[in-house]
């Protein structure tokens, strides 16, 4: 017996102690992505249900999780990892009732990262974004420093650059896919565990979230990957209802291929969902 919507609002507004418990367990066991995972999909659950107070908790400390691990991934010098962690800190600001942090500290250290690798474009658009004018001067100094530096190298990779400009291209494209792999394969990892244990919704919510993320970016490749990934687990669920909204955010190519592929199964669960109500 599924419980009412009054219920599962009560429900849903007596639990996020417990999911802030538990994203500060998990948190010390490092496991950064589970949690940031975890609150994603709690916020998006909130904002559905139109639970305000409770998502002002929890996307504070989303936002709490994303600053450790912007400063985790400034440690390891993944400075594009980080990168992408910060955009995520900045669209929680944006969005959401969020307490702005100071978080220059941390951004200092990943413009320095930039400029040690003549990321020049990343560098400056992170400089903007410090809120010490005595920093960002500071930066913006050492960012034309490095460049004097560094002018005939430039010139010279520039030159590189346009000989070589579809092969960059290419090899950044191949970069940034890799990032998004490995992100996905976690997320996807994540999932399985759940669906291990039948807990299909959690699992469809955590991949959408992803999938949602992705066309925030204008990623529709890997948006319809996760998509794809997303309407496996409603089918294996059944759970129908959600199944079909997420089908039309699909591309129209990969509409068709999903439904060519998957109409036999498609056919078989709602055969079972009949059976079941007989």
Same mark, same amino acid.
């Not at 219920?7 to 367990?25: N, R, V, Y």
């Not at 950044?172 to 996807?188: D, G, M, Q």
């Not at 959600?242 to 990969?254: G, I």
């Given at each position: 017996?599924?419980?009412?919507?009054?219920?599962?609002?009560?429900?849903?507004?007596?639990?996020?102690?417990?999911?802030?418990?538990?994203?500060?367990?998990?948190?010390? &066991?490092?496991?950064?992505?589970?949690?940031?995972?975890?609150?994603? $999909?709690?916020? $998006?659950?909130?904002?559905?249900?139109?639970?305000?107070?409770?998502?002002?908790?929890?996307?504070?400390?989303?936002?709490?999780?994303?600053?450790?691990?912007?400063?985790?991934?400034?440690?390891?010098?993944?400075?594009?990892?980080?990168?992408?962690?910060?955009?995520?800190?900045?669209?929680?600001?944006?969005?959401?009732?969020?307490?702005?942090?100071?978080?220059?500290?941390?951004?200092?250290?990943?413009?320095?990262?930039?400029?040690?690798?003549?990321?020049?474009?990343?560098?400056?658009?992170?400089?903007?974004?410090?809120?010490?004018? $005595?920093?960002?001067?500071?930066?913006?100094?050492?960012? $034309?420093?490095?460049?004097?530096?560094?002018?005939?190298?430039?010139?010279?990779?520039?030159?590189?650059?346009?000989?070589?400009?579809?092969?960059?291209?290419?090899?950044?494209?191949?970069?940034?896919?890799?990032?998004?792999?490995?992100?996905?394969?976690?997320?996807?990892?994540?999932?399985?565990?759940?669906?291990?244990?039948?807990?299909?919704?959690?699992?469809?919510?955590?991949?959408?979230?992803?999938?949602?993320?992705?066309?925030?970016?204008?990623?529709?490749?890997?948006?319809?990957?996760?998509?794809?990934?997303?309407?496996?687990?409603?089918?294996?669920?059944?759970?129908?209802?959600?199944?079909?909204?997420?089908?039309?955010?699909?591309?129209?190519?990969?509409?068709? &291929?999903?439904?060519?592929?998957?109409?036999?199964?498609?056919?078989?669960?709602?055969?079972?969902?009949?059976?079941?109500?007989?």
């Amino acid at each position: 017996i599924r419980p009412s919507h009054e219920k599962t609002l009560l429900i849903l507004s007596e639990i996020p102690q417990k999911i802030i418990a538990m994203a500060d367990f998990l948190i010390k &066991e490092k496991k950064y992505l589970a949690v940031r995972a975890q609150l994603y $999909s709690a916020v $998006s659950e909130y904002q559905q249900e139109g639970l305000f107070d409770e998502l002002e908790k929890v996307t504070a400390k989303l936002t709490e999780v994303l600053i450790t691990l912007l400063k985790q991934q400034v440690k390891e010098e993944k400075r594009f990892f980080a990168k992408q962690t910060y955009d995520e800190i900045e669209n929680l600001w944006a969005t959401y009732n969020v307490k702005k942090s100071n978080v220059d500290a941390q951004l200092e250290k990943l413009i320095k990262l930039f400029l040690d690798n003549l990321d020049f474009g990343n560098a400056t658009i992170l400089t903007n974004k410090l809120n010490s004018l $005595s920093v960002k001067k500071k930066l913006t100094k050492l960012s $034309s420093k490095v460049e004097d530096e560094n002018k005939e190298l430039i010139k010279k990779e520039i030159e590189e650059n346009i000989e070589k400009g579809v092969e960059i291209l290419n090899g950044f494209i191949k970069k940034e896919l890799e990032i998004f792999t490995e992100i996905n394969t976690l997320i996807i990892q994540e999932a399985n565990l759940l669906i291990e244990n039948n807990d299909y919704p959690k699992a469809a919510n955590l991949v959408k979230t992803q999938a949602d993320f992705f066309k925030r970016i204008a990623r529709e490749d890997i948006q319809n990957q996760m998509l794809k990934k997303n309407l496996d687990i409603l089918l294996i669920g059944k759970i129908f209802n959600q199944f079909f909204k997420v089908y039309e955010e699909l591309s129209k190519k990969t509409k068709k &291929e999903y439904l060519k592929n998957k109409l036999a199964i498609i056919i078989e669960k709602l055969n079972e969902i009949v059976k079941e109500r007989d």
